[in-house]
């Protein structure tokens, strides 16, 4: 389960968890790299881990994959989730959004 921590007005911890839907399974045989892109420039490149899913952002803890250099980017910002050998988005509800090229990611939905 992936948690994010959020302090209330009365300084207690709350608990959200984006859970990756049940027919998320972990790519086999197969070495995942991510390539970021600006424009036509690839500026890094980093290999994944197997996993269930792959959640993108800025929290440490929340995120398996950390975002630490772009505040466009939220806590818990977008999932990657592999099914066979298929990969699918989702934009966790990203306060800027998530595109793939320039088409928006619905929330919350593959």
């Known amino acids: 389960v992936t948690t994010t921590s959020l302090s209330s007005a009365l ?9 990756p839907p049940p ?3 972990p790519p086999a045989n197969v070495q995942l790299v991510l390539e970021e892109t600006r424009g036509d420039q690839v ?7 197997k996993a269930r899913c792959f959640i ?9 994959v950390l975002v630490t250099d772009d ?5 818990q ?3 990657l989730v ?3 050998d298929k990969m699918y988005v ?16 619905e929330p919350n939905k593959p």
Do not use: I
């Not at 993108?56 to 398996?64: L, T």
């Not at 505040?71 to 806590?75: D, H, M």
């Open 11 to 19: 300084g207690r911890n709350l608990t959200m968890a984006w859970q």
């Open 23 to 25: 027919w998320a399974t």
């Open 43 to 49: 500026v890094r490149v980093r290999s994944l881990q």
């Open 56 to 64: 993108f952002g800025r929290q440490p803890g929340v995120a398996n």
């Open 71 to 75: 505040e466009a980017v939220s806590r």
């Open 77 to 79: 910002h977008a999932a």
């Open 82 to 84: 592999p099914c066979n």
């Open 90 to 105: 989702y934009d966790l509800k990203s306060a800027r959004g998530t595109f793939l090229g320039r088409t928006r990611v």
